[in-house]
């Protein structure tokens, strides 16, 4: 009797082996998706990446899988987040918002596949070894949100060309600040115009920062391109509102949020290339001989309406260039 039960378990055993086998050849791959940011205000970006991935043959809950980690902002927390995913064993790390998740996305793994997007030269960061051909485990989208500072700064003295002081705010935990920090300092001294930078890396400090400048008579304020203020630009918006400032921003998510002005790329076509090539990689290409995909189209958006509640008049001649003016 004993001698039979055995044989049935081995028997049982011996026939679901290759079911279990097969089960796990077709199990899905699993995209691990990391952020700086928040997930409420990243709704858009998510959708254009899920776009991305659709467009290549990938759609979530059918042929792939997602798993999203948020650091709020509390960008401390990305090093464990890197290092969750990178136990959990997925086909793929998504690491966005810039190089504050992906250093930890790169330290955390050499050999798992990881698409990125950033706004600072990923050369110099080390991300990749050439644009053409990234050469390691990374590849992704390059939009130089991080180098265009300069420019907007420019865009807001045409704004307010009367101003005496220009208020600068920027995110102490971004790994960019001290380079943002440079490249405004040395525009506003080729020009001669004064400035006052502020730092802000919580809620908190937002609220202080704008009453800081409101103290200091700040004619127009810069805010900084970083994830953190992005993931909170309706408080941003309301704050510059509730202060009176004109205030220049680095995405168009922003303007349509109520704000007054912005100059960047679209952050849109970055996820969304971010899932057409985190598509790829999962169909077996290498991030290695995947080019970093360089924006080439800047967008100036100014909205009217806030202006108008600003009692602000709009330089004729600016309105004039812009890409898209809100009426």
Do not use: C
């Not at 776009?51 to 042929?63: C, P, R, S, T, W």
């Not at 990234?134 to 949100?145: D, M």
């Not at 002005?261 to 952050?267: H, P, V």
Request: overall charge neutral.
């Amino acid at each position: 009797m004993s001698t039979r039960r055995e044989f049935i378990t081995l028997l049982g055993g011996a026939t679901a082996w290759p079911v279990i086998a097969r089960a796990q050849q077709t199990a899905m791959p699993v995209i691990g998706f990391m952020s700086s940011a928040s997930a409420a205000p990243w709704a858009d970006n998510v959708a254009s990446f899920r776009d991305g991935l659709k467009a290549i043959g990938f759609v979530e809950g059918q042929n792939v899988a997602i798993e999203f980690r948020w650091a709020d902002g509390q960008y401390d927390r990305l090093p464990m987040i890197a290092t969750e995913l990178v136990r959990r064993e997925v086909a793929v790390i998504v690491a966005t918002g810039g190089p504050a998740a992906v250093l930890p996305a790169m330290a955390a793994t050499p050999t798992i596949p990881i698409v990125f997007n950033t706004g600072s030269d990923p050369i110099k960061l080390g991300f990749v070894s050439s644009l053409n051909r990234p050469g390691g485990n990374a590849t992704g989208v390059y939009f130089f949100i991080g180098a265009m500072e300069a420019k907007r700064l420019g865009l807001l003295r045409d704004l307010v060309p009367t101003a005496f002081l220009i208020g600068v705010l920027l995110n102490p935990n971004n790994s960019n600040a001290e380079a943002q920090s440079k490249d405004i300092r040395e525009a506003t001294a080729a020009i001669g115009q004064k400035i006052e930078i502020v730092h802000a890396g919580t809620e908190n400090a937002l609220g202080m920062a704008f009453k800081t400048l409101a103290h200091m008579r700040a004619d127009a304020v810069l805010v900084g391109a970083d994830p953190f203020f992005n993931s909170r630009r309706y408080l941003l918006v309301l704050l510059a509102a509730r202060h009176g400032i004109p205030t220049m921003y680095e995405q168009r998510e922003f303007v349509q949020a109520g704000g007054l002005m912005s100059y960047g790329t679209s952050l849109s076509d970055a996820y969304r290339q971010i899932g057409v090539y985190a598509g790829r990689i999962l169909k077996g290409e290498r991030p290695a001989d995947l080019p970093v995909v360089q924006s080439t189209k800047f967008e100036l958006v100014i909205n009217l309406n806030a202006a108008k509640a600003l009692d602000f008049e709009v330089p004729p001649s600016l309105s004039a260039r812009a890409d898209e003016v809100i009426e």
